[in-house]
C-alpha cells in the first residue's frame, strides 16, 4: 500500500496537477476570505474564519473530483489496471494507496490556510479574541468533508475509463451528499421526524454540527462508515473486473 501511495503522490508533484490544485484552492479561499466585500473578514467587524469553513466545502466539491478522476481511469484506460493487479499487493491496498495519496494533497492544500488563521487571531480585538474551540472543529469538520469527497472520486474514477465522466459523476455525488439531502428536508414532501432524519444523511448537517467545536463520536462514526462505503465500493468495483 505504501508502495502505491509514494508513486501516487510522486504522479501529483511531479506534473502540474499538486501545485495547480494548491493554487487553485488558496488562491479561491483567499479572494473569499480577505477580497470579495460578501464575505470579507476584515469588514465583519469580529474575528472569525466562518467565510472559510462556508466557501471551503463548494470549492472542494469541484477541486477533489479533478484530483481524483485520474485515479483510476487513467489505469483502466491505458491497460496497465491488470499490471497493477499483478503485483503482490490486494485490491483494498490498492485502494488504500491512491485514496491516502489524494487525501494528503488535499490536507497538504489546507495546512497553509492556518496563515488565514494566524493573522485573524493577531488582528482580533483585542488579541486573540475568537472562537478557538469552533475553529479547530471546523478543522477537524472540513478534513473530515475532505477524506469523504476524495472516498466518493475515487469511486467514481474506479468505474470507467473517461476522466470527464468520473469528474462529473463525482462533482454530482459530491452535491447531492452534501447538499441535496438539507434541500429536501426543507420541501413539503416529508413532516415533522422525518424531515431530521432527511437532514441527517446528508454531510452538511454533521459538518455543521463539528464546526460548532464539538467533535460528536455520532459525527466522527458518519464520516467514517460513509468513507468505508465507498472505499468497499470501490474495491468491489475492481474486483468486478476479474469477474
Not at 30 to 35: M, Q, R, T
Not at 157 to 177: D, E, K, M, P, Y
Request: charged fraction near 10%; proline fraction near 3%; charge should be neutral.
Amino acid at each position: 500500500m505504501f508502495t502505491i501511495f509514494k508513486k501516487e503522490l510522486s504522479s501529483y508533484f511531479s506534473s502540474i496537477t499538486g501545485y495547480v490544485v494548491m493554487i487553485v484552492f488558496l488562491l479561491a479561499l483567499g479572494l473569499f476570505v480577505w477580497v470579495f466585500p460578501e464575505s470579507n473578514v476584515l469588514e465583519y467587524g469580529y474575528a472569525s474564519l466562518d467565510p472559510l469553513f462556508f466557501y471551503a466545502p463548494w470549492i472542494f466539491i469541484f477541486l477533489i473530483p479533478a484530483i481524483t478522476m485520474k485515479s483510476f481511469s487513467e489505469e483502466i484506460k491505458t491497460g496497465t489496471i491488470e499490471l497493477l493487479s499483478t503485483r503482490p499487493v490486494t485490491d483494498l491496498q490498492i485502494v488504500l494507496g491512491k485514496y491516502f495519496a489524494s487525501l494528503f494533497l488535499v490536507v497538504f492544500s489546507i495546512a497553509p490556510t492556518l496563515l488565514y488563521f494566524y493573522s485573524i487571531y493577531q488582528l482580533g480585538s483585542p488579541k486573540g479574541n475568537m472562537d478557538i474551540g469552533a475553529t479547530w472543529g471546523s478543522y477537524i469538520g472540513l478534513i473530515f468533508l475532505s477524506a469523504t469527497f476524495v472516498s466518493i472520486g475515487i469511486f467514481t474514477s474506479s468505474i470507467t475509463a473517461n476522466q470527464i465522466v468520473a469528474f462529473i459523476l463525482a462533482v454530482f455525488l459530491c452535491f447531492f451528499s452534501y447538499q441535496a439531502f438539507d434541500m429536501l428536508s426543507k420541501l413539503n414532501f416529508f413532516a415533522g421526524t422525518f424531515d431530521t432524519i432527511v437532514q441527517n444523511i446528508g454531510i452538511n448537517y454533521h459538518y455543521q454540527s463539528i464546526s460548532r467545536g464539538v467533535v460528536d463520536t455520532r459525527d466522527a462514526l458518519y464520516f467514517i462508515s460513509f468513507i468505508i462505503i465507498f472505499i468497499l465500493m470501490t474495491r468491489t468495483s475492481l474486483q468486478s473486473r476479474k469477474w
